[in-house]
């Protein structure tokens, strides 16, 4: 656990390069955008993506403009950190987060909020049903269903031929093998209960759930079903945004910085 770097960064804010280890022992790699602010505000990616994905790159920028700091990493197997990638893994990657609030809680920073995006965005919330020490909870296109989108995705014999092989490689548009997803990874994600999870985060948690109505990965609806079954939650969707909010980074940043500044 040492900080590895420290380089000046955009609008002020320091950013310093600190590894997190997890309770596996691999090392988790990120950067810390500190603006002087005790306030800290965690960052996670999507499946397949990394803390240096646009949309966690962009809101790490907006969210330090508005005077918070931040941190976005990678879970195991993800960009520059340790382990090895799985397509489930949603209950390890709680465990990944909790090693990083643990560790910054023990030093000079408050968290006031953790925010996933896509894949990132179940995680928080499963974190939030598990834990409850944070109070602002943002799911940024998260899946309600995670039985839902795996025909859409492999295709309809896709379960099939993962229980009669024990695995499948997901190959890239070069021929190239992307990743392996295992029988156990994918039976980790089918037997994760959103529902149940989500009826378990506590009153005192603010969740916002924000989902572009034209996401073409998860449904905006999944964002209507979060809606109905979590206490203290506000729901906003943007309009003809896309699952990466490719034309709505914007938008997206200034509806999360208004939140987050609003429950402070």
Request: net charge negative; glycine share 10%.
């Amino acid at each position: 656990m040492a900080d590895e770097s420290s380089s000046s960064s955009l609008e002020g804010a320091q950013v310093r390069k600190i590894t997190v280890q997890n309770n596996y022992g691999e090392n988790l790699v990120g950067l810390l955008h500190e603006t002087g602010s005790t306030q800290l505000v965690i960052l996670c990616h999507g499946l397949g993506a990394s803390k240096e994905d646009t949309t966690m790159v962009n809101l790490a920028d907006a969210i330090t403009k508005g005077g918070i700091s931040v941190f976005r990493f990678d879970f195991a197997g993800n960009g520059e950190s340790e382990g090895s990638f799985q397509f489930g893994n949603y209950l390890r990657e709680v465990d990944d987060l909790r090693s990083v609030v643990l560790y910054f809680s023990g030093g000079k920073h408050a968290i006031i909020t953790v925010l996933g995006h896509s894949k990132g965005g179940n995680v928080v919330l499963l974190y939030a049903s598990k834990y409850h020490d944070v109070p602002t909870i943002v799911n940024v296109s998260g899946r309600y269903d995670l039985k839902k989108g795996i025909d859409e995705r492999f295709g309809k014999d896709f379960l099939q031929n993962i229980k009669r092989d024990g695995f499948v490689d997901v190959m890239g548009k070069r021929g190239e093998v992307w990743y392996r997803i295992t029988e156990e990874s994918m039976m980790e994600r089918l037997g994760t209960d959103m529902h149940a999870a989500c009826l378990s985060i506590d009153n005192s948690s603010r969740v916002l759930s924000v989902h572009g109505s034209s996401d073409e990965a998860i449904p905006v609806e999944d964002a209507f079903e979060f809606s109905k079954i979590i206490p203290n939650h506000k729901l906003h969707v943007i309009e003809g945004a896309d699952h990466g909010y490719s034309k709505h980074q914007s938008e997206l940043a200034e509806v999360v910085l208004n939140f987050i500044k609003a429950s402070l």
